[in-house]
């Protein structure tokens, strides 16, 4: 079974930078479309982004021109690097298959963002 873990949250004033991780236990990004999501107190979770096995990226209207997501196979991770934060991004951030699949993976954790105003 493959393994999720993310990590690299915290607390970070409006308009600041930070970069997420989420680390596979396997070559999973090999032959899968990824996501990130979020999940936000009292709502429910949302798709923020997603990669192609072959790196083609898409994202949500929310964040796009904000958030991108580099990736490195050789260390079977990917990254949400997300720039001018808002509040409204405050939430708990997660990876796993895009949606469409028949399944996802076990979840993560997650990593806790919050952004200050």
């Known amino acids: 079974q493959v393994q999720l873990v993310e990590s690299g949250g915290g607390l970070v004033q409006a308009g600041g930078s930070l970069r997420l991780s989420c680390a596979a236990s396997?070559?999973?990004?090999?032959?899968?479309?990824m996501a990130w999501y979020r999940q936000a107190p009292g709502k429910q979770r949302e798709l923020v982004a997603t990669?192609?096995?072959?790196?083609?990226?898409n994202y949500a209207d929310s964040v796009k021109g904000r958030f991108t997501i580099p990736r490195d196979n050789a260390k079977n991770t990917m990254y949400l690097q997300m720039n001018t934060l808002k509040p409204d991004d405050t939430a708990v951030y997660y990876c796993?298959?895009?949606?469409?699949?028949?399944?996802?993976?076990?979840w993560g954790q997650g990593t806790q963002i919050t952004v200050s105003s």
């Open positions: 796993n298959k895009a949606p469409g699949y028949k399944a996802f993976l076990v």
């Open positions: 396997g070559s999973i990004f090999r032959f899968n479309t």
């Open positions: 990669i192609t096995s072959g790196g083609i990226t």
